[in-house]
């Protein structure tokens, strides 16, 4: 028998949970600690050996690390993009669009401007694991700069930390004043963690309309980045599997007469690039819909590489769209399904 946890007791598929944040790993850790201690030479030959192992939630973590410590000495003129770059097209939920964003022209002219490179210290106390310091930073630099561009990264940044230390409430009064004050990128990224905030709340309709919104403003057609974007489109596409009862679901199905499966697909479809840096997530929803079963098969398998709780989000979204990729009319795609049901061990949802 499949695990029949990931079902509720009507056996429909649950909501997929919030993305968690992942942990240092220890190999990282060990580089962060020489550069604490004073050691940035040991640092960057620990974690430069370790960011080079593959693509793994290990390699990800020591590069963003390592972009910290280039933000930190030489600012947004150093070798910092080669890491970040490394991070973005990664399979981190939380370091990917960070990275995503750091990498924009509008984050490089939003910092250029403030006095002290308070901004930039923070950040680089951030991703370096001082968390104490980098607070204090974007708190002191949100309320200094409040109302500027400088102020609305601070605000986003800030917004990131509360979550990480575990302040969702406080974490959703900077994200939603920021995202009021600013649009495309910074507006999608600031929606994209208050989205991630209300998933946590069980605020399921709130959440659908804050990623509506991040959505639409990170769009590269509305100024937005489209590394960004791809992963607010993914978490998108998630809460709307999750909970197709929600008013964006309903409200394009009567404005564009189109299935509820139609408007779910739309999502993973505008988040999927042929690019590598593609999230597997979105190539995985995308083509579910369509019945084309080999891709679904290698984006997990690109999941498992990167780690175990990633490979666990490709099941549980296989499960939560299997409502809208059955078809009785199609035996082909229905023994497709069934067949990636059983590798994945998962249930068959009763409804």
Not at 177 to 187: I, L, S
Not at 221 to 246: I, K, Q, T, Y
Not at 264 to 280: H, K, V
Request: aromatic share 6%.
């Amino acid at each position: 028998m499949s695990d029949r946890s990931f079902l509720d007791s009507d056996g429909r598929a649950l909501p997929l949970p919030p993305d968690p944040l992942s942990p240092v790993p220890d190999e990282v850790e060990h580089g962060l600690a020489a550069y604490r201690a004073g050691d940035a030479a040991q640092a960057r030959e620990l974690l430069a050996a370790t960011a080079g192992t593959g693509r793994t939630s290990v390699a990800g973590h020591a590069a963003i690390a390592l972009a910290g410590i280039e933000i930190g000495e030489n600012g947004l003129g150093g070798s910092h993009r080669r890491w970040l770059e490394q991070v973005a097209v990664g399979e981190d939920p939380w370091l990917g669009p960070l990275a995503a964003v750091i990498l924009t022209p509008d984050f490089r002219s939003g910092t250029s401007s403030d006095s002290g490179r308070i901004l930039l210290l923070s950040l680089a106390a951030q991703l370096t694991g001082d968390l104490d310091t980098a607070r204090a930073g974007f708190e002191r630099a949100f309320k200094t700069h409040k109302g500027t561009e400088p102020g609305d990264i601070a605000g986003l940044l800030l917004g990131n930390l509360l979550v990480q230390t575990g302040e969702p409430a406080a974490a959703l009064e900077v994200l939603s004043y920021t995202r009021e004050m600013c649009d495309a990128t910074f507006a999608g990224y600031a929606a994209h963690v208050e989205g991630h905030v209300l998933i946590g709340q069980n605020e399921d309709e709130r959440a659908s309309k804050v990623l509506r919104y991040a959505h639409r403003e990170s769009h590269p057609a509305n100024g937005g980045d489209r590394g960004l974007h791809s992963w607010v489109a993914v978490r998108f596409g998630e809460v709307l599997a999750s909970n197709p009862w929600v008013d964006p679901v309903w409200d394009q199905m009567e404005e564009s007469g189109v299935s509820e499966g139609t408007v779910i697909r739309e999502p993973f479809e505008s988040a999927y690039r042929e690019e590598a840096g593609t999230p597997a997530l979105a190539g995985i929803g995308l083509f579910l819909f369509p019945a084309t079963f080999e891709p679904v098969h290698a984006g997990l398998e690109r999941l498992k590489t990167w780690s175990d709780e990633r490979y666990e989000r490709g099941r549980r979204l296989v499960l939560t769209l299997h409502t809208f990729v059955e078809d009785v009319r199609d035996a082909e795609r229905t023994q497709g399904l069934a067949d990636l049901r059983a590798k994945l061990d998962l249930p068959k949802p009763d409804c």
